[in-house]
């Protein structure tokens, strides 16, 4: 079992930035390729990110997003990170964090979500 805990969502501005975390308890984090998916009002979950298993030597992006966000894990702290920079206002989203064993785009190949952290891009 992995419980995963999101933080760090909040209001910016148009091109402004923000850095998601996602803080994983249990065991063998290392294991589980991440990623982040997010969820408009009136709109389906769609992958951002993902990050490859055992220290994320592969990385991997929506064509939207590509070139502004980051994401990156740290093991030993058991946390993803989400870097998104020049935010725009239709990036507004519940942006989720979850772990599986491939780290592709489907989100029925993730086991374990968590409860998402709000990012709302404003003027």
């Known amino acids: 079992q992995v419980q995963l805990v999101e933080s760090g969502g909040g209001l910016v501005q148009i091109g402004g930035s923000l850095r998601l975390s996602c803080a994983a308890s249990?065991?063998?984090?290392?294991?589980?390729?991440m990623a982040w998916f997010r969820q408009a009002p009136g709109k389906e979950r769609e992958f951002v990110a993902a990050i490859s298993a055992w220290g994320g030597s592969s990385t991997y992006y929506s064509d939207t997003v590509k070139g502004r966000f980051t994401i990156s894990r740290d093991d030993g702290e058991n946390t993803v990170y989400l870097q998104m920079n020049t935010l725009k206002p239709e990036e507004t989203a519940v942006y989720y964090c979850?772990?599986?064993?491939?780290?592709?785009?489907?989100?029925?190949?993730?086991?374990?979500w968590g409860q998402g952290t709000q990012v709302t891009v404003s003027s």
């Open positions: 979850a772990a599986g064993p491939n780290g592709r785009v489907a989100d029925d190949d993730y086991d374990y």
């Open positions: 249990g065991r063998s984090f290392a294991r589980y390729a």
